[in-house]
């Protein structure tokens, strides 16, 4: 049985594809780990000042400290609390210069919502993560995008908070393995299914054999 060539081509193709991606999401795991070694080597770095846009993420999950001069608004979302406890994080959006820019802090956790803290501003020292983002996950996947905002949590809450749940790196995920697992899945899957498809389809035009003659 002769092999259809464009058919043969396209499967080709796609398993080609299939097994690239998952090389590279085997690339992408190692970088992750790296990276997750990076943050964890923040957390013993001394306190620094919190950093001035832009910037990348090489501070992420290292202690920084930065004065609020005038809290400029509240926002409120899911949150937990170092205690464990489940609730709503009250995140500052803080003046810490001449400049019109805002700096995010993330003052504690309350237990019901729409709780507005006293907290009129001071001096905070935490962890840097990265703030809340409300662009689109479509726009984030194929729109041109700089560093993403940074935000503080602080070791010390505002005044009728709890403590929110302290940064930790182990918490970034890391899923390239299981991703590249299932584009290897894929690509076998296709393999599997195109030779069926071709055995199938070698019976269909194989003639029967003619009857006996008498």
Not at 34 to 48: E, H, K, T
Not at 97 to 103: D, F, I, K, R, Y
Not at 137 to 157: I, N
Not at 174 to 197: D, E, G, K, M, S
Request: with cysteine; hydrophobic share 45%.
């Amino acid at each position: 049985m002769r092999l259809p060539v464009i058919p043969t081509l396209i499967v080709a193709l796609a398993v080609a594809a299939m097994i690239g991606l998952g090389v590279w999401q085997l690339d992408r795991r190692g970088q992750k780990e790296a990276m997750i070694a990076r943050y964890a080597g923040n957390r013993s770095l001394p306190v620094m000042a919190f950093p001035r846009p832009p910037i990348g993420d090489e501070h992420l999950f290292r202690r920084a400290s930065a004065m609020c001069l005038e809290v400029a608004g509240w926002s409120e979302q899911a949150g937990r609390a170092e205690n464990g406890a489940k609730g709503w994080r009250h995140i500052a959006e803080c003046r810490t210069g001449a400049e019109a820019l805002t700096t995010k802090f993330d003052m504690g956790v309350s237990t019901a919502p729409g709780v507005v803290p006293v907290w009129k501003g001071g001096e905070v020292t935490g962890t840097i993560i990265h703030a809340p983002d409300a662009t689109p996950l479509l726009a984030s996947l194929f729109g041109k995008r700089g560093p993403r905002p940074l935000m503080l949590v602080s070791e010390t809450p505002a005044p009728g908070l709890a403590e929110s749940a302290r940064p930790d790196p182990s918490s970034v995920p890391n899923n390239h393995l299981a991703y590249a697992v299932q584009w290897f899945l894929f690509a076998l899957a296709a393999v599997v299914i195109y030779v069926l498809a071709l055995r199938w389809r070698g019976r269909k035009v194989t003639p029967p054999p003619a009857p006996p003659q008498s």
